[in-house]
């Protein structure tokens, strides 16, 4: 018989099965893992080598050591200082002349698109809309504008809507995805920047036209939302059909989710690795204690999928690249002996 592939071993556990092993998602660049990402190259605005850093809607990012690298928005300067004026300030790219067919071919090469062994997920980057408003305003007046100005939001959440449901329209014939990831960090690891009924009646009906395109069509979706956002759950499942949740962060409780939905969620994290893997004299073996416990928690049945990022400020610091190189060794480890096991 043959062995299965990360792709046929990932789609099990979509499928609501028990998957062989567990599958390990890495943030990184090794190429390990199950999926590959593919993404209309054109959405990157100036982000590039080369570029000044500024996204299709003429936001500008910076980095931050402190993040790992990271690019975020930059906290001055803001486009938009009054929500009202919004028609006035942001401007869709225009999309005539864009050769689909030829610009998917590149740009599945560039992503080293792989679909015998992994799932393609098609990602936008445009299903952040409560993301984009934060860039546009910044937090203070971005969330006083949520509350301030309600009608106005809507229809700027509609615009962006339906510009990303356009591409995806023009898009998903030719890449070809499983999936489409839907992302949008609308929570702190406290709580969330927004109540539920801000939740579902901005962002709730936004994703659901974005996704229902997506299920309509054959794929899968999966929700990036960092945070403590598990009040925001059964929506996402039950009315934007979601299935699977990253990176599902220890500051929820994950296992009342887990008994309440089974393997129609899967969890993709359950760890916080910047913040679990933090002390001077970590051993190997401590680690392999840590991750069997999260495997033994979250993985019976299905429904799991392990996913870790950390923060490296410094890629030269020896000892950050072992504990993370040896948390994911550790893992691939316990990942093919846990359902053996169980």
Request: net charge negative; proline share 5%.
């Amino acid at each position: 018989m043959a062995q299965l592939t990360e792709r046929e071993n990932y789609l099990m556990a979509v499928r609501g099965e028990q998957p062989e092993w567990i599958p390990v998602i890495r943030m990184d660049r090794s190429g390990k893992g199950p999926t590959c990402m593919a993404s209309p190259s054109f959405l990157m605005g100036q982000m590039r080598p080369g570029g000044d850093n500024k996204d299709i809607w003429g936001v500008e990012y910076v980095t931050s050591a402190e993040a790992g690298g990271a690019m975020i928005p930059k906290t001055w300067d803001f486009l938009l200082d009054d929500i009202t004026k919004w028609h006035d300030v942001i401007k869709a790219p225009s999309l005539e002349g864009i050769d689909w067919e030829q610009m998917a071919k590149k740009d599945l090469e560039m992503f080293k698109v792989d679909r015998e062994n992994k799932v393609v997920v098609y990602m936008t980057g445009g299903t952040g809309i409560f993301q984009a408003l934060m860039a546009f305003m910044g937090f203070t007046e971005g969330l006083c504008a949520l509350s301030e100005e309600p009608e106005e939001c809507e229809a700027l959440f509609d615009y962006f809507t339906d510009f990303y449901c356009t591409i995806m329209e023009n898009c998903i014939d030719y890449y070809k995805p499983d999936a489409i990831q839907l992302t949008d960090d609308t929570a702190a690891w406290g709580n969330p920047f927004v109540s539920l009924p801000m939740f579902q009646r901005y962002f709730v009906p936004r994703y659901s036209r974005f996704t229902q395109f997506a299920k309509d069509r054959g794929l899968f979706v999966t929700y990036h939302n960092c945070g403590k956002c598990e009040s925001f759950m059964p929506d996402m499942i039950e009315k934007v059909g979601i299935t699977v949740w990253d990176p599902a962060q220890d500051c929820n409780d994950l296992l009342a989710l887990k008994n309440k939905y089974g393997n129609r969620l899967i969890m993709s994290g359950c760890i916080n690795g910047s913040s679990t893997f933090v002390a001077d004299d970590l051993t190997e073996d401590r680690i392999r204690d840590i991750l069997w416990d999260v495997a033994n928690k979250y993985a019976p049945g299905g429904g799991f999928f392990f996913q870790a990022s950390f923060i490296i400020p410094d890629e030269t610091n020896k000892y950050d690249i072992w504990r993370r190189d040896t948390v994911f060794n550790v893992m691939d480890e316990i990942s093919k002996e846990f359902y053996k096991k169980n």
